[in-house]
């Protein structure tokens, strides 16, 4: 996808598919919307991406500090809705129906809520996370075999068949994402670079990624990335509005550290809180730069020892 030798080829937004050497034909960059503001944490999307991807359902076990039992993305967890239970704070704030779960305080049977019921003192902040389909994918920059390619969607896919299990791709991504599978024992793919593709079969027969299918809250968007973040914007500024200043988006911008990623999110607190890198940087930003440093030294080198040589023979 990208050279060495070129400016910014590392840095700053591009078209990802022009740039993979896809023609003028080539259809208009896929991605998703997350908007974490509607989402239930009905984990569907876990669900329906297990059951299409053939991803192994392993590892369901109760955190104890969440109600989450699917701990996190890795090679065999594709999406991952993540429960975070967090204390209101302290000055009044508006109330606007998000369509978020809220557990109630518990009270006696026979009280019923009023005007005058006691408000939880907590409230449940719930995101499907995902691979973000870098526009600068440090995980395919670093891949030896060519097993990550970037598809005519601008996605980023791994090629089972061809992967070695070195785990460059896994140290290389800034988000934590890419993982090989280490079980279960027997199971496919045991060893190799694991992640959404964004169901690139599926999309290939023009029908929608099946984690966005399944969301029965439409939370998860997909589409156009382009028309995506004007839809992004529109629901930020409906929020706004309403008075959650708190509101904001993550990886929509094409001037951040990954050139904007194909799937972003709609936040209701810091990226932190999510577990979310605040600012994440392209682990394979400082290549190019590095790369030219290392040959003006080398040639300085080698002009050196030239120099000594010929002198020796005066």
């Not at 700053?12 to 023609?23: E, H, Q, R, S, V």
């Not at 960059?29 to 997350?34: D, E, H, S, V």
């Not at 896919?157 to 896994?170: A, E, F, S």
Request: one cysteine or more.
């Amino acid at each position: 996808m990208t050279s060495l030798f070129g400016e910014n080829d590392l840095w700053g937004p591009l078209d990802p598919t022009k740039d993979a050497g896809y023609g003028e034909d080539r259809p208009k960059r896929k991605g998703f919307f997350t908007d974490t503001s509607i989402c239930i944490g009905c984990k569907a999307c876990e669900v329906a991406c297990k059951e299409w991807n053939d991803v192994p359902a392993d590892h369901f076990d109760m955190l104890g500090s969440s109600y989450d039992n699917s701990h996190s993305l890795n090679a065999n967890q594709w999406r991952h809705v993540a429960f975070i239970e967090q204390p209101t704070r302290a000055e009044p704030r508006q109330t606007v129906d998000l369509g978020m779960p809220v557990r109630a305080p518990s009270r006696p049977p026979e009280e019923e809520p009023g005007e005058d019921a006691e408000k939880p003192d907590f409230r449940w902040l719930m995101s499907s996370d995902v691979c973000k389909h870098c526009t600068h994918a440090a995980c395919l920059d670093v891949c030896p075999t060519g097993s990550l390619f970037r598809s005519e969607f601008g996605t980023v896919v791994v090629q089972d068949d061809i992967c070695n299990g070195c785990g460059y791709c896994v140290a290389a991504c800034p988000y934590g994402v890419i993982e090989r599978r280490r079980a279960p024992e027997g199971d496919k793919n045991v060893g190799i670079a694991q992640k959404c593709t964004l169901c690139y079969d599926r999309l290939g027969a023009g029908m929608t990624p099946a984690c966005a299918q399944a969301c029965p809250t439409q939370s998860i968007q997909f589409g156009d990335v382009d028309e995506l973040r004007e839809r992004a914007d529109a629901r930020v500024a409906e929020l706004h509005e309403a008075g959650i200043m708190d509101a904001r988006l993550y990886g929509n911008d094409p001037d951040d550290g990954i050139g904007g990623a194909g799937a972003f999110f709609l936040l209701l607190d810091e990226p932190e809180v999510y577990g979310l890198p605040p600012d994440p940087v392209v682990t394979t930003h400082d290549l190019s730069r590095m790369f030219h440093r290392a040959t003006t030294a080398a040639a300085f080198m080698l002009a050196g020892a030239v120099v000594s040589f010929l002198g020796r023979r005066r």
